[in-house]
């Protein structure tokens, strides 16, 4: 048993990099267990809570949500890929949507940007005119 097993809740969030409200909520979804209370009153976390977590908080960080990460967590023994390949390719296609939304975004902003450091003189914005013409 290494360091790593006999973590505090307090100590388990530092190295994490979360919070300790994190981690109980995380045990709240399911994400998480919750160890049993062990010589005490004391919760000892170990290092598979610490690669559990670092599962969680990779997924999150491609945009997965809490409830997509339950769903790849219950497929995380490596056998079920098909299905966690389903999951992912479900998460690009909704990516893929976003980024072509932020891209026309940024196009129409950018325009209307331009369009405001042309105007000279007693003009009216284009930027606020075109926000009270849009739909």
Known sequence: MDQTDKLT???FAALAAVSVE????YQRKGL????????GSIRRY????????RFVKSAQNLGFSLDEVAELLKLED????KEASSLAEAKLV???KK????????AVLSSLVNACH?????????????????N
């Open 9 to 11: 809740i307090g100590q």
């Open 22 to 25: 994190t981690i109980r909520f």
């Open 32 to 39: 998480l267990p919750e160890p049993p209370r062990r010589g």
């Open 46 to 53: 170990g290092s598979a809570d610490v690669e559990r977590l």
């Open 78 to 81: 490596g056998a079920h890929c």
């Open 94 to 96: 909704g990516i893929r």
């Open 99 to 106: 980024l072509s939304e932020l891209s026309r975004m940024e």
């Open 118 to 134: 042309v105007g000279r003189g007693k003009v009216s914005c284009p930027l606020i005119g075109a926000f009270h013409s849009a």
